[in-house]
């Protein structure tokens, strides 16, 4: 897997301030992506055990809230399986930090279905994230209101709730993660 960028003070992509790994490599191409360059898999750098290092150090202070995964898309299955392993280890290391992330599919249509990519590693890496924001993203729909999200389409998703009362239970301001 290769990656774009590491953002080490995020605070764009979930509340507080963040660590943000965006990754290479997406097949929805939405019409007028803020990360258009992260569509080609080869672009960015190799994702390697330094690279992993490097944010686990950048996660340590206290005024870190958490982690962001978007890209590209963390979902597509060149991506998974550099990321369940590091997820996992990150998410031991820091189990009292929120994980976000990012992708153009749907939860319930194309994650939880198994239709985009291996399930057992779509369900590992659920089971690390305290949040996803899922949707593609629809130009037309777009509203520079809308908090954590580009288009009124995308939905921020409460995870280890919606899989455990398998359903949809969304993220709001007062929710604390």
């Known amino acids: 897997m290769n990656y774009a960028t590491i953002k080490k003070y ?9 660590v943000s790994l965006y990754v290479s490599g997406c097949r929805n191409h939405c019409k007028n992506c803020f990360n258009p360059e992260t569509w080609d898999f080869n ?17 340590e202070p ?13 979902f597509e299955p060149e991506n998974q399986v550099a990321l369940v392993p590091f997820l996992e280890r990150l998410k031991k290391i820091y189990p009292d930090k929120s994980f976000w992330c990012f992708t153009g599919y749907d939860y319930e ?3 939880l279905t198994g239709k985009q990519g291996n399930f057992d ?7 690390c994230l305290d949040v996803l924001v899922d949707g593609r993203f629809v130009e037309n729909l777009k509203d520079l209101n809308l908090r954590f999200r580009g288009s009124s389409n995308q939905r921020i998703i409460l995870v280890k709730p919606s899989l455990e009362q398998d359903e ?5 301001e007062k929710t604390k993660v």
């Open 121 to 127: 590693d779509v369900i590992r890496i659920l089971n």
């Open 168 to 172: 949809l239970i969304l993220w709001d």
């Open 109 to 111: 249509a194309e994650l």
């Open 62 to 74: 206290d005024y870190i809230e958490g982690f962001t995964l978007l890209g590209g898309d963390p």
């Open 10 to 18: 995020d605070i764009a992509n979930g509340p507080g301030v963040r």
């Open 43 to 59: 672009f960015g750098k190799p994702f390697t055990e330094e690279v992993e290092d490097e944010i686990i150090k950048a996660m």
